[in-house]
């Protein structure tokens, strides 16, 4: 079955973006959830996603893996207010260097307004690395507790 990654991200889609957001979402609320990301942002013609959208489990990003019973995703299309929490099998994908995830990581400072909250919990840590979004730069907040978490890893 392989390993999953569970993540929360709370934070304030830029304005500019906030409408994509809204049809992405919706999309997949009307839609078979089984339809390609790829589609979904080609249907929609939300360009930022352009590289992101060919990942094997790009979609997976905003609702999670059907295995797992707590997903969320709530949206505020007037305000950009995103709650996402949900979990995916993150593992990079034949001849890509980056997951899912990371890739999605690589969008956040471009879709989100500074002041963002994000986690994101290995299946097989205890202590989940959370990041701030600050001047534009996701930055670790709790890099002490995360390294402690990973020390002899390999060894548990």
């Given at each position: 079955m392989g390993m999953?990654?569970?993540f929360v991200i709370k934070?304030?889609?830029?304005?500019?973006?906030?409408?994509?957001?809204?049809?992405?979402?919706?999309?997949?609320?009307?839609h078979d959830y089984d339809i390609p990301f790829e589609r979904a942002v080609d249907d929609i013609g939300f360009d930022l996603f352009k590289d992101f959208k060919t990942g094997q489990r790009s979609s997976m990003i905003f609702y999670g893996s059907v295995d797992f019973d707590e997903n969320v995703c709530e949206y505020n299309e007037t305000t950009g207010k995103w709650h996402i929490e949900c979990d995916i099998k993150n593992y990079p994908e034949d001849g890509k260097e980056k997951n899912s995830m990371d890739m999605f990581k690589d969008l956040i400072p471009e879709l989100f307004e500074?002041?963002?909250?994000?986690?994101?919990?290995?299946?097989?840590?205890y202590v989940p690395s959370e990041y701030e979004l600050?001047?534009?730069e996701l930055v670790l907040t709790n890099a002490k507790e995360v390294l402690e978490d990973r020390k002899g890893f390999m060894y548990r």
């Open positions: 999953y990654t569970y934070g304030s889609v830029k304005e500019q973006y906030r409408q994509k957001i809204k049809q992405l979402i919706d999309y997949y609320d009307n500074d002041g963002l909250f994000f986690s994101e919990l290995y299946e097989e840590f600050r001047n534009g």
